[in-house]
Structure formats: C-alpha cells, structure tokens
C-alpha cells in the first residue's frame, strides 16, 4: 500500500521571542495543540505522545521516510520457526548516558511494557516470551503462527535497564493512579535527539544527539516544542513567524493559512478513526438518570444513538469538509478492510425514536458523555453537534469537555458511561484494531482501549485466528466476518476518519506520516 508523502519546504525565523536560543543553532520551534503527557515511553499509547517521545527512544523496527518497515536497533529478522522470530540487535548503540545497549535492555523493556501500569500491552502481550540469545540476539516467542511480529512492534520503545534501576523508573508512569517516576520528566533514550529542559504543557525543549549512532538525514539540531492550546494563539504564532511548524492546523485556518506566501499545509488522509464508546458492561451506567439496569446493553439503544446522529452535517459544518464518514472501526487504507462493509447505517431521527420506546425509553433518558477539547480535530464540537442529534431523540446528554491531561487518565481507567476516542491501527492493519478495540478486555492487553467493554466471543475467536493466519485470502474472509459481527452488534459507533492538516515555513522540508507521526531526523531546514 503506498501512502502519498508531502515533502514541504519553509523559512526558519531567528528565534521564537518566549525562548533565547543560539545564533547558530539550526532551531525548529514546533507548535501543537497539546503536550506528550509524559516523557515515558510505555505511559500512554496516544499518537502524539508516541510521535514526540520517538524521537527520542527508538525500537527495534521502525518506518523510513515512505512509511516502510526498515530496520533500528534491530539489524534483521527472520522467522526460525513458525512461533519463533529471530532478531539480531545492532551493535555500538548506546544509550544517551554512554551505557550500551544490549539484549537485556530489550528483555527489560519487554517485561516494563506488559507489566502494571503499561498502555503498550497490546503490543507485546501477545509474546509468549523473549529468550536471549546472545548480547546482540534474541528470539520472540509467540503463542501461535504471528506473521505480523515486525509490524507489531515499530512503537515499542526500548529503554535502558539500568538507568530505570538506578532512578527507581521499573515500572511505568501511570497516569490513571496518579503515578510518576523519573521517566515522567527525563529521558535516556538511543535517538537521535534528547531531552534538554522539561515544562509540561507548556514547552519541552530537545536538543541533537551528538553520539547518535546512524545518520541523521535532517540538520536540526534543537526542537522547542511549544504547547499553544488555543486555535486562534497558535494560527496567530505561525502567521507572524513565531512557529516554524503546526499541527493540527484548525480546519476554519486551512485556506487563510494556504494563502500566505510564506506558508504552506499539508494534508492527506490520517490512519485514524474518531469513535464514540459505551460501557456494555456495567448493570447501573456510572453517569444517567436510569437506575438499577443499563441502556447501552440493549442493541436498539446502540442502534438508536448511531441513527441518530447527523454524520453529513458533522463532516459539512464541524469538520468542514476535512473528514470522511466511516461505517467501521477503520479507514479503507488498512490492511483487510471490507469494502462491502463501509455503508453506514442512515440518519433517521424518527427511526431512532422508535428504536428508544421499543426498548423502554419511549422519552429517552439522561447521560453523561466525556470528551477531550485538545485532542482531536475539533473534538469538542463534534461532542456538542453530537448532543445536539442526540436532543431530538429524547436524550440528553451532559457533556463533559476537558483537556486529555485529565481526559485520558479518568476514562483510560473506564471511569466513564459514554466517550469518544480516536485509534490508529499503527501496524496498518486490521489486527491492530480487533485485538485492542474490538476484543473483550483480558490478559495481554486483548481490549485495552475497549473502554466500554463491548463482547463477542465469536469475534474474540476470529481474532486470535487472524493474528496466524497467514492465507490472506482466508485472513481478510475472517476479518470481514469478525466487522460484520461487530458492526450488526453496534459494539461501538463509528463517526469518521480525520484528514492531516499541518503548517510549515516554505524553506522546511520535512515529512507527513499517516499515523500523524513526526520524526524530526527527516526535517531540513534550507
């Protein structure tokens, strides 16, 4: 599958006027709309953390500049036996304390990952164990035939054993209890840039490793991530030159911002699809005026919510165009998407509140619904369009917006009746959207972000059977099946895949992933 890259070209200002750097430094002042929560790379399994501290920590597989799989600190790899995976790690790597990186730190990064408190599990819960080797071999073992091992892995950092010892940083950071360590706010990665001054959610700044061990195509040699949370600040510090470069850019910006002669956007479509979830679990909603039973059990309410919500209106007026409504819980460019499948269920009020009395709620009911306001593009306002469909059936919802500081940690810890979130399928492939989002939540991270806890165990089957199936035919026959089962269930619903807008200088080449992913080795700056 190709993915069309858009190189960009910008002009670097002297110096952003909140931060003193050198003259001579090559400085790329980045502005975004939130902050990586924490510096800790197995805390959260969000995009733009990833996307920011894998500048830092590297993996042992990773993506070059057109997206494709191309060896890290792992050299090669290669199946020795159907569940096993053999892969030899690359020498004279160290860490940005000068300690050497070897087999133990992979061993140690995998245990730290599937452990308490880890939001990576779903990535490498499914190993059965890794065996090492030598120093610079070890062996992935798996339950059964895994032909997507390599893929698996491209977000699974690897960190220093003994620096995690030596600052009581064993375990991760978890946001959900309120836990931090040493890892929260320093860094002791591989990669090519490190961490020189920690604000959160305020500024961060990095500056190039030196010692890097590979080549680093780009010529920055300091990042000074801003955190600009309001749309209108963060536009206003691109157009005066403040900022070399935005994302999100806010979809009402993208024509004034194509407009200026000294700036350009990119765009293209994001491996992301926006969502709206349910707790099917409890027997009492944490947050609704209906007692002693649960509404979003009941099919005909699930169904209802979907029919009524206005998607046109929401792509036309919220998102202005820049988002693609979706009928399942991925976007077309993912390996093993059913096509025949990508019909969504009509808007229909009146429908919707036939639907509502059939199942006990001829005047609706009440409920809570959490939101982020600086995580997605427009995510509040899609909440509130949302609230507002969802008035005309009968129900209301009380909508509460807030940051993804506070945001993730409550309904990460399922603290929540009704949500939104976004999920990119980083592997680009179905798998990776079954086993975390579609799966009934279990060991190994199987439905870590299925926050509602929706159930099917015949879909918990189909799962575990594509993840060895290595017949592709027969693969994409199961993944169809396991979506069908899932989508006539209503497990969630499905709103849309959000389009990338980001801002640059026009002397800045740099480079758009799909994952919405920003590697700063690959940025020069002319």
Avoid at 235 to 245: K, Q, W
Avoid at 485 to 513: C, S
């Amino acid at each position: 599958m190709a993915f069309k890259l858009n190189p960009l070209v910008a002009t670097l200002a002297a110096a952003l006027a909140l931060t003193a750097v050198s003259a001579s430094a090559v400085t790329l002042r980045v502005g975004n709309q939130g902050d990586a929560l924490s510096m800790d790379p197995h805390s959260l399994n969000e995009s733009l953390q990833i996307s920011v501290v894998e500048n830092v920590y590297e993996t042992l597989v990773s993506r070059d500049a057109n997206y494709k799989l191309t060896p890290l600190l792992a050299t090669s790899w290669k199946q020795t036996a159907p569940t096993v995976w053999r892969f030899e790690l690359r020498k004279g790597v160290k860490f940005h304390d000068g300690t050497p990186f070897t087999a133990d730190d992979v061993i140690f990064s995998y245990e730290r990952a599937k452990g308490d408190g880890s939001d990576m599990k779903s990535y490498v819960g499914q190993f059965k164990e890794i065996k090492k080797i030598n120093d610079h071999t070890i062996d992935i073992i798996t339950n059964a035939p895994f032909p997507i091992v390599p893929e698996l892995i491209t977000h699974w950092a690897i960190m220093s054993k003994k620096w995690c010892e030596d600052n009581q940083a064993t375990k991760p950071v978890d946001r959900r209890k309120g836990i931090e360590n040493a890892a929260s706010f320093r860094a002791n990665g591989t990669g090519p840039f490190r961490v020189r001054e920690r604000q959160p959610s305020v500024r961060t700044t990095f500056s190039r490793n030196g010692n890097y061990w590979g080549k680093i195509p780009g010529n920055v040699e300091e990042v000074i991530y801003n955190v600009i949370g309001n749309d209108a600040t963060r536009v206003a510090a691109m157009m005066s030159g403040e900022l070399d470069v935005m994302e999100p850019v806010p979809v009402q910006d993208v024509d004034r911002i194509k407009a200026n002669d000294k700036l350009k956007v990119l765009q293209g479509p994001e491996l992301r699809a926006i969502f709206l979830g349910m707790d099917q679990k409890r027997d009492e909603l944490l947050f609704s005026n209906v007692k002693g039973k649960n509404p979003f059990k009941d099919v005909r309410v699930r169904k209802a919510f979907y029919q009524a919500i206005d998607i046109e209106t929401i792509r036309t007026r919220v998102m202005r165009g820049a988002a693609t409504p979706l009928a399942l819980m991925m976007p077309p460019q993912i390996n093993g998407f059913p096509a025949d499948l990508a019909k969504r269920l009509p808007y229909d009020v009146e429908a919707s509140k036939k639907l509502l009395a059939e199942a006990g709620y001829p005047n609706g009911f009440e409920v809570k619904m959490n939101c982020p306001n600086d995580r997605y593009v427009n995510d509040a306002e899609i909440c509130q369009a949302v609230a507002a469909n969802l008035a005309k059936v009968g129900v209301k919802i009380n909508l509460e917006a807030e940051t993804k500081g506070t945001y993730f940690p409550k309904i990460l810890s399922r603290n929540t009746s009704f949500y939104m979130l976004g999920w990119t399928a980083s592997t680009v492939d179905a798998h990776n959207v079954m086993y975390p989002i579609l799966s009934t939540p279990g060991d190994g991270g199987r439905g870590q972000f299925n926050l509602g806890a929706y159930s099917n165990p015949k879909v918990d089957e189909l799962t575990a059977k594509v993840a060895s199936e290595t017949d592709q035919k027969k693969r994409n026959e199961m993944i169809r099946e396991a979506m069908k089962i899932h989508q006539d269930d209503v497990g969630h619903l499905p709103l849309h895949q959000q389009a990338l807008n980001w801002a640059a200088k026009k002397n800045i080449e740099l480079v758009q992933f799909p994952d919405n992913g920003m590697a700063w080795k690959f940025i020069t700056v002319k």
